[in-house]
């Protein structure tokens, strides 16, 4: 967590942060946006509010896969038309995922579903149908053109060469590298339509996408996302991270499905935690008082902070992941805004103060239960 950064918080003449034009101080923060499919409307939501109560200012941005879409829409949106640009931007960026799912989402709902109220993606039988192909054939041989909807609706709500030139946030975009198996973590003028579409690239699903001569796969498995380019990059203290795969579930998966979705959410999560106990390493040198006078100005104190998904999402399955019906986008973004909402209610007075999220207890105590 090394300074290496140019502060870029608006004051005022008393050094305060800028009113956000309601009268209100506002707070810089970082957000942190994981991937996870269509439960990025969740993220969505808590974006949306979070815009909606103005008093937070988002510094830096670092996502993965959906993640990665919310994070370049919602830059793009606010640069060109503020925070009600935004807003807009993210929802026609969602309704435009649903509309398009319906001719090329084989997993979204069938237009009979209301007539079986048991219906789930896990028990429709275009879901099973493709979940079974792609385990059986690479995209290089189901998909051999590589078509991908996701790409034409990313490119209609972004104009990549102007997001290169964002000044109001910073974007930091993960993606793994095929060839060394590291993470690498695209900036704000790097950011190509390749490079999102790199970073939610779930090899099962899609080919590889090729960037300057390098082949890339799904930021998830190496970072989801890769929080440290906020630390190096932005003089924000306060980092916001916005879950989407649950860190804790009750009770023992038991059956096929309960294993692989726990797997997936353990898989989809490892890359963060190693990363937060890193972050609690360090925070302990710093509050502890282990470094040297002369190190003490190269680390950064931060604060960290989650809005988790482990209870608001306990009640979906890895395959819903996959739904883009309205109807399930916008309910995940109704429990976005809510638990925003709730966050906002008890976190607000910590930024900028303290952590939110007990890195010591969660992340780092050896031999303890929350070691892993």
Not at 76 to 100: C, I, L, P
């Amino acid at each position: 967590m090394k300074r290496n950064g140019k502060a870029r918080e608006a004051t005022d003449a008393c050094g305060c942060p800028a009113p956000d034009g309601k009268g209100n101080h506002q707070k810089n923060i970082n957000l942190a946006l994981q991937g996870g499919g269509s439960h990025g409307a969740f993220t969505w939501g808590v974006m949306d509010r979070f815009i909606e109560d103005g008093r937070l200012k988002i510094d830096g941005l670092c996502g993965t896969s959906a993640g990665a879409m919310n994070a370049v829409v919602y830059a793009y949106g606010n640069m060109v038309g503020g925070a009600e640009g935004a807003r807009q931007a993210m929802h026609a960026f969602w309704k435009d995922v649903s509309d398009t799912a319906r001719m090329f989402n084989p997993m979204g709902s069938p237009p009979w579903e209301k007539m079986f109220d048991q219906w789930n993606i896990d028990t429709s039988f275009s879901f099973n149908l493709f979940d079974l192909m792609s385990r059986t054939f690479s995209p290089y041989q189901f998909n051999p053109m590589n078509i991908n909807p996701l790409r034409d609706i990313l490119a209609k709500a972004v104009d990549f060469e102007v997001l290169n030139r964002c000044q109001e946030t910073r974007l930091f975009v993960s993606t793994t590298k095929i060839r060394t198996g590291k993470v690498r973590v695209f900036t704000t003028d790097e950011i190509t339509l390749d490079v999102v579409m790199a970073s939610a690239c779930l090899p099962q699903l899609y080919q590889a996408v090729e960037i300057d001569k390098e082949y890339y796969w799904d930021g998830g498995y190496m970072g989801n996302p890769a929080i440290f380019p906020l630390f190096y990059h932005t003089e924000t203290r306060d980092v916001v991270i916005i879950h989407i795969n649950p860190l804790i579930r009750e009770g023992l998966p038991t059956d096929a499905s309960e294993i692989m979705d726990r797997l997936n959410e353990i898989e989809f999560n490892s890359s963060l935690m190693k990363e937060l106990r890193s972050i609690a390493f360090v925070t302990k040198l710093i509050e502890e008082g282990w470094l040297k006078d002369e190190y003490k100005d190269r680390l950064k104190h931060m604060f960290v902070h989650s809005v988790r998904a482990d209870k608001i999402l306990c009640d979906l399955k890895v395959s819903s992941k996959f739904n883009s019906d309205w109807t399930f986008l916008t309910d995940l973004f109704e429990r976005g805004r809510a638990t925003a909402d709730w966050w906002l209610q008890k976190n607000y007075e910590a930024i900028g103060n303290q952590s939110t999220v007990d890195l010591k207890k969660e992340f780092f105590d050896i031999g303890t239960e929350h070691a892993g």
